[in-house]
Nanobody
């Protein structure tokens, strides 16, 4: 499956953005999908994931502000980001789990084998 991430941009503190991750070549429904981010000089970190049955995970850094969801008809996974902070500034990537049919997901980089190209999110103070 090929993934295309989009929706990034330059916003101010407290604003919202919705990122999209659209799949081609195969359906996303049978894989967990994760969102990750990487800021300059930092390691890639997971910010959310959604399993094939809709279970989700968020680290404390984004819990209550970010929401992940699927639209099967559009073969797309969204990441709604609210109350954005300058520390959310990074390149955001979506990725598909290497395994098919997992009921629970985790934001472990090595578990994902198909990655989108990334979309820049910049939050100004």
């Amino acid at each position: 499956v090929q993934l295309q991430a989009s929706g990034g941009g330059l916003v101010q503190t407290g604003d919202s953005l919705r990122l999209s991750c659209t799949g081609s070549g195969d359906t996303l429904d049978f894989r967990s999908i994760g969102w990750f981010r990487q800021a300059p000089g930092k390691e890639r970190e997971g910010v959310s994931c959604i399993s094939v049955v809709g279970n989700t995970f968020y680290p404390d850094s984004v819990k209550g502000r970010f929401t992940i969801s699927r639209d099967s008809a559009k073969n797309t996974v969204y990441l709604q980001m609210n109350s954005l902070k300058p520390e959310d500034t990074a390149v955001y990537y979506c990725a598909a789990d290497a395994n098919v049919g997992t009921r629970y997901c985790a934001v472990v980089v090595d578990a994902y084998d198909s990655w989108g190209q990334g979309t820049q999110v910049t939050v100004s103070s």
